[in-house]
């Protein structure tokens, strides 16, 4: 790639005016809009949520235009609030970037102030050190992990702030005898759990109104087991630098590719799955995972 190749950048006056124009657009939606106008911070959550999930979906495919269409839909729920916020009387969207400056600056003084720092690492320790020093910060280490992020990404997290004080194995390949500690206690809890099931109806899934106490409560000691043990899996990942949630996400999409292999090798065959053996589609499964699926 030459220099003629590399688009051609906005400039600092430029990103200035769309974000005046952005604000001077949600100004008159607000205004305009019988939708936009209703809204309030209790009814955007929701897509909010749902906003970020399709971010990730465009970052995890290295789609540019849709991280760039996707990043205006974050930008646009940023200004919802804070205008919601602004009608309020609350704050609004200069407060919200005067904050956000403010935290930059305070939590990088490796680069604002005299502070060295010899590492990425360095700096992420220090980081968390620093949000627990902030005046209405975090008051306790894992206090910044939010309760609705989804529960493989919250084991992560809160593994990752507890490592920035120091609480982690002095060697990664320790974690393996607590993942294989974990496991056997998790196999211990569901043989127990088999043991107790009083009918053909509780060989499989949860216990329902007519299932016995005893296995409702072998099936409780299992499901917290399994918590420990995949709690202990995504330690393992987190020690060897790897993500868990995108590790997950790649066997999710490999798993569609294969299924979706067989599913649709047996329609062309103008069979159905529901009549074949285990044995027939998983050689349908090993042909799919041979051609790369």
Known sequence: MNN???????????????????????????????????????????????????????????????????????????????????????????????????????????????????????????????KAKEKGGNKRVLSGVPDAMPPILKAYAMQDKARGVGFDWEEKHQVWDKVKEEQGELQAELDAMDSTRGNAQESVGAPDENSSEEFKAAYDRAQEELGDFLFAVVNAARLYGLNPDTALNRACDKFRRRFTYLEEHTIREGKDLHQMTLEEMDAIWDEGKAKGL
């Open 4 to 130: 003629t190749d590399i688009p051609q950048m906005n400039t600092k006056e430029k990103k200035l005016e769309q974000f005046s124009r952005a604000l001077d657009i949600m100004d008159r939606l607000r205004a305009e809009c019988p939708w936009n106008h209703a809204q309030t911070i209790d009814t955007l959550r929701p897509m909010t949520i749902e906003e970020v999930y399709e971010l990730s979906d465009a970052v995890m495919k290295k789609n540019d235009p849709d991280i760039e269409k996707e990043l205006g839909d974050i930008f646009l729920h940023v200004l919802f609030y804070s205008k919601i916020a602004e009608e309020e009387g609350k704050y609004d969207i200069a407060d919200v970037m005067n904050k956000l400056c403010e935290k930059m600056i305070y939590r990088h003084p490796h680069v604002f102030s005299k502070t060295k720092a010899l590492s990425a690492e360095d700096v992420s320790t220090n980081w968390e050190m620093l």
